[in-house]
């Protein structure tokens, strides 16, 4: 139990609703998310990544979970959002997200893309390779605009995560590398660029990392850069963008730091070495997107087929799967999970919880030790905010599930489940 989580009646509770009648009400599978947990996780961010008291910046990372009511709540939270696509800045806008409070990221923005992000007035740009610095000069030119931006660099650090998600190491899709030159040579074209203001620089190293140390590293390299940057060039950058967040609980395998450990190493970590090589301590940006929207988000299953192989595997299998969380297989990732109806059962079996889609893979959890199922219960797998509904696909034909927000006792649905006929919404004859 974490979060607005409680047990009454041996019924599991979010924000103070039963997942029992929101499983009647909204049908499965449905995401949850409780919103005071959101809101939590965002204050937390602020307050440690000394939002106020130093004016750095905290950037919701669309990415793991974007949809209207997000991007309100986000706005009312005061973070600022980075996006990577067409869509998410389309869905800000119309969420009437402040544009000057956006970060573009990608490591192929296309030419509709720029225009769209310059035209809409988006804080900052982070521009990832050489091809995008002169299609953001025409077009800024065209609409007569001075545009900000941060240049991605590859630090060359290589974080504990997932070959999928690692993103630092030199041999990566994104951003400047480091060893190369490249940086250099982007910061030499600057001058024939009179549309274009490089303010200062971003890196990313990976996401769902737990250690401190790669961040520190990170932190490091960059100020560095900073000082060498100011005496080779003169060019003063006063804001480092440090990339995602920290990682998340999803097992009991998993040791996460706090947001404030976090917020608090990276902070003391820029003040001592500016301190130690001599520079301005700059304002410092994170992008987390996990740490404020995983935990909060947990989906109902209902339980449909129970197979029971002897002495080798009972398989449950639930009406969602791979198509609401692509997760597991695409990262073997882990999740835990209960039954919200049975939360004081005592006999634990373990059991595989496998989805519905035609693959073998489509499996959720391996060993889910859960307890005396039966068809027609409901089966919560939590830490599904992020990277869930947001990755979420149609595969099978089968429609995405509605998104409710939960707080205070009340139910809010925030997205409605797909119906079939929107499915063939685009479909021609
Ligand atoms: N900033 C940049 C430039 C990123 O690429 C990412 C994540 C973030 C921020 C947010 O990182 P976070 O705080 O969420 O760790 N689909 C994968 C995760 C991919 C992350 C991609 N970039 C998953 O489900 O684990």
Do not use: W
């Not at 130093?54 to 309100?72: D, E, I, P």
């Not at 609409?143 to 041999?171: C, S, V, W």
């Not at 608090?264 to 987390?288: F, H, M, S, W, Y």
């Not at 209902?302 to 692509?326: A, F, L, P, Q």
């Amino acid at each position: 139990l974490h979060g607005n989580m409680s047990i009454k009646n041996n019924t599991l509770y979010i924000g103070g609703v039963s997942c029992v009648d929101l499983a009647n009400k909204y049908s499965t599978p449905l995401y949850i998310f409780d919103e005071n947990l959101i809101r939590e996780n965002c204050r937390e961010y602020r307050k440690y990544f000394k939002v106020d008291e130093n004016s750095n910046k905290v950037a919701y990372a669309g990415k793991a979970f974007l949809t209207l009511y997000m991007c309100n709540l986000i706005k009312e939270e005061n973070l600022c959002l980075d996006v990577v696509s067409g869509g998410e800045l389309y869905t800000a806008h119309k969420a009437n997200f402040p544009m000057e409070n956006i970060l573009f990221h990608g490591n192929n923005k296309t030419i509709d893309e720029i225009k769209m992000g310059i035209k809409l007035g988006v804080g900052r740009f982070v521009v990832d390779n050489f091809y995008e610095l002169d299609i953001i000069e025409e077009i800024c030119k065209e609409n007569n605009k001075i545009q900000e931006i941060y240049f991605r660099i590859t630090p060359g650090i290589e974080a504990h995560t997932h070959d999928y998600i690692k993103t630092g190491q030199i041999d990566s899709k994104f951003g400047f590398a480091l060893i190369n030159g490249d940086l250099y040579e982007a910061i030499e074209k600057l001058s024939k660029y009179k549309h274009i203001k490089l303010v200062g620089l971003h890196a990313h190293i990976g996401s769902q990392i737990f250690d401190i140390q790669p961040f520190i590293d990170e932190v490091d390299i960059m100020i560095d850069l900073i000082k060498e940057i100011k005496e080779k060039y003169n060019i003063d950058l006063k804001e480092i963008d440090l990339g995602g967040g920290i990682g998340v609980y999803y097992t009991k395998e998993d040791k996460p730091k706090t947001i404030k450990e976090f917020c608090e190493a990276i902070i003391n970590r820029t003040e001592v070495k500016c301190k130690e090589i001599g520079i301005k301590v700059p304002t410092l940006i994170i992008e987390p997107g996990r740490s404020i929207s995983a935990n909060a988000g947990s989906t109902l299953y209902t339980i449909g087929s129970i197979k029971d192989i002897k002495n080798v595997r009972t398989y449950v299998s639930v009406d969602g799967g791979m198509t609401d969380n692509i997760r597991p297989s695409l990262y073997k990732a882990g999740y835990e999970c209960s039954i919200v109806n049975k939360m004081k059962y005592e006999k634990v079996n373990n059991v595989t919880v496998a989805g519905k889609c035609c693959e073998s893979g489509d499996i959720l959890i391996t060993h889910a030790n859960i307890m005396d199922i039966e068809s027609g219960d409901i089966l919560i797998t939590t830490s599904t905010g992020a990277y869930g509904y947001s990755m979420a696909s149609n595969y099978n034909k089968i429609p995405k599930p509605a998104v409710v927000m939960v707080s205070n006792g009340k139910a809010n649905l925030v997205c409605k489940r797909q119906t079939y006929d929107e499915l063939l919404e685009l479909e021609l004859i």
